[in-house]
Each structure stands twice: as C-alpha cells, then as structure tokens.
C-alpha cells in the first residue's frame, strides 16, 4: 500500500508557474509508476504526466513544452512543474501511483491504483 499527499495548489494568473508535490510514504520499493491526473469541473479525469521507475516520461498532448514530472527518491516525493499555465489548466491535480506493468500511456488513458486527495490548481485570465 502506499500513501499520497499532494500539496502546492493555489491561484495563479494565466502565464505563471505552479509546482505541485506529491509525498508519498507506505511501501516504497523501487518499481512503482507515477503520474499526475486532473479533473476539471464537469469534465472528466485527465491522465497529464507520468514517470516510470527508470525515469521515462510521458505526459498529454495539451501539457507538453510546458509541464515537467520529475521524482526525487531520496525524499520520496514527485513533482509537476507547471509553467506558462493556462486558464483551462484550472482543475483538481490528483497525485497516482501503480506498480510498473502497463504502459505509463495506458496507466494516464486508464488511471492508477493508488490516489492522493487531490489539490486545486486555478488560473485566472
């Protein structure tokens, strides 16, 4: 089981930067998949970026050149630097995690198995 806790949502205006962490804690052997996920109000989760244990990345079409997912091991946290945002960026940013089998791409199409609570990323214009 692990255990996920995001943290640095807040407000920005369109054009800045967020970064979002994503502590996770409970059984962190090496293997594990993350990701970062976002729903926006009345719309339908979203699969942004995802890192493989070996660091291979994938992230959606609409984030790409402006979003990075990066992990540091050692303080077993994962990161979403977020820049140039965008109004439509606005949405709850979930933290995932899932023991490496599937794709990262199937994992962002399909979801994770384990989730964070969420934090609220707004973008005002």
């Known amino acids: 089981q692990l255990q996920l806790v995001e943290s640095g949502g807040g407000s920005v205006r369109a054009g800045g930067s967020l970064r979002l962490s994503c502590a996770v804690s409970?059984?962190?052997?090496?293997?594990?998949?993350f990701g970062w996920f976002r729903q926006a109000p009345g719309k339908e989760r979203e699969g942004v970026a995802a890192?493989?244990?070996?660091?291979?990345?994938t992230y959606t079409d609409s984030v790409k050149g402006r979003f990075t997912i990066s992990q540091d091991n050692a303080k077993n946290t994962l990161y979403l630097q977020m820049d140039s945002l965008k109004p439509e960026d606005t949405a709850i940013y979930y933290c995932?995690?899932?023991?490496?089998?599937?794709?990262?791409?199937?994992?962002?199409?399909?979801?994770?198995?384990?989730w964070g609570k969420g934090t609220l990323v707004t973008v005002s214009s």
């Open positions: 890192i493989d244990s070996d660091g291979t990345t």
């Open positions: 409970g059984n962190t052997d090496t293997g594990y998949c």
């Open positions: 995932a995690a899932e023991f490496r089998g599937r794709t990262l791409a199937m994992m962002l199409l399909y979801g994770m198995n384990f």
